[in-house]
């Protein structure tokens, strides 16, 4: 067992996440149990990540995509860390968690649109950027599911699909894709409010390739992989 972090400061944690040789992901650095560690599901994390993202262009110009993709995953997956698990804990206000998510859109907007290659993941077009594939499974990975029967998690729920919703706008087809992907897994959970948001995009678009045409179409009846 490695050492417990504690009182990591913004600077610590962004080394601590990202400052890493880059291996396989199922050979990645967090894999390691002689790694240092530190508790993830608390206020310090929805503020780090909240900022990181909010200025995602700057924090995150050091680091290579291949660096990124692997600590964004680190981020994302509940198999890898208990990061995600803070924005679902009713202990730590719901603003700051809500800004946290919101500023998922920054994160696309600021780094995902800037630095992943013009590639679609869902067909394994090749020559992509090793940060495509964080892109386009960051709502796959990410342990905030739908859950329609539970009122007290209406707010997040409508704050994800937002986050969806603005991103579709974004001019990057990766991100695109990676909000359709989103919104094809929570097609079942909210069918009417997915089938709002692809329409009202539909009738404002810019031409999409025939593939991520037919993505839409697909996560527009929940059927996406």
């Given at each position: 067992m490695g050492e417990l972090l504690?009182?990591?400061?913004?600077e610590g944690?962004?080394?601590?996440?990202?400052?890493?040789?880059?291996?396989?992901l199922t050979n990645a650095w967090y894999w390691d149990t002689e790694r240092d560690w530190w508790e993830e599901d608390t206020p310090d994390t929805v503020e780090y990540m909240t900022r990181a993202f909010e200025n995602a262009a700057l924090v995150f110009e050091p680091f290579s995509d291949s660096q990124l993709n692997q600590g964004l995953w680190f981020l994302a997956s509940n198999a890898c860390s208990s990061h995600m698990f803070a924005l679902m804990n009713e202990k730590i206000p719901w603003p700051a968690r809500q800004r946290c998510i919101q500023s998922f859109h920054q994160l696309y907007e600021q780094c995902f649109a800037r630095r992943c290659s013009p590639h679609l993941s869902h067909i394994d077009e090749p020559g992509a950027s090793p940060l495509n594939m964080v892109c386009y499974m960051w709502w796959d990975i990410n342990p905030l599911y739908a859950k329609p029967?539970?009122?007290?998690?209406?707010?997040?729920?409508?704050?994800?699909?937002?986050?969806?919703e603005s991103t579709l706008y974004l001019e990057s087809n990766p991100c695109r894709e990676s909000a359709l992907h989103g919104l094809g897994h929570w097609q079942h959970a909210y069918p009417e409010r997915v089938g709002q948001i692809i329409d009202s995009f539909s009738m404002t678009r810019p031409a999409l390739p025939e593939r991520l045409e037919a993505y839409m179409k697909a996560a527009y009846t929940g059927y996406v992989l």
């Open positions: 504690k009182n990591i400061t913004f944690w962004v080394e601590h996440v990202f400052d890493h040789p880059v291996s396989e029967g539970d009122t007290a998690h209406r707010e997040l729920a409508e704050a994800v699909l937002q986050v969806m």
